[in-house]
């Protein structure tokens, strides 16, 4: 394959923000992957952070992890917190609370399916 601006030149890869072959000259190379032009540098650099980002949010490689994402992490403590506030009551008036019960569970409930959910789109932040 030959460099899509010198066509004389043999191509040493392909630009990762336009797809087009590059020569040594041309060729502005990163870490992860290389750029034909200043116009596509930019992009290139974008892509390999979004690359890098992606793999956060999934947990992929060096990312991976067992903590509970975030957004469950929050309705567990929100649970947590409901569950409390309907404890005090019950244990300073004998009675139960029905709307802070109620909301326990449901706050309970929505962590189960946050946590599903999480678990089935891997999304790990
Ligand atoms: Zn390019
Ligand atoms: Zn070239």
């Known amino acids: 394959m030959d460099c899509f601006n010198h066509p004389a030149t043999h191509a040493i890869g392909i630009c990762r923000g336009c797809n087009k072959a590059v020569c040594h000259t041309c060729a502005v190379v990163f870490a992860k992957g290389m750029a034909c032009s200043a116009e596509c540098e930019q992009d290139v650099k ?3 952070e979004m690359n890098e980002r992606g793999k ?6 060096r990312y991976q992890t067992n903590r509970l994402a975030s957004g469950v992490l929050i309705w567990l403590l929100m649970t947590g917190a409901m569950v409390s506030v309907s404890g005090y009551f019950f244990w300073a008036t004998g009675r139960v609370d029905y709307t802070t019960t109620t909301m326990a569970v449901l706050f309970l409930v929505i962590t189960l399916i946050t946590y599903r959910s999480s678990k089935r789109t891997g999304i790990n932040c």
């Not at 956060?56 to 490689?61: D, E, S, V």
Request: glycine share 22%; proline share 0%; net charge neutral.
């Open 46 to 48: 974008e892509l390999i």
């Open 56 to 61: 956060r949010i999934y947990g992929i490689g």
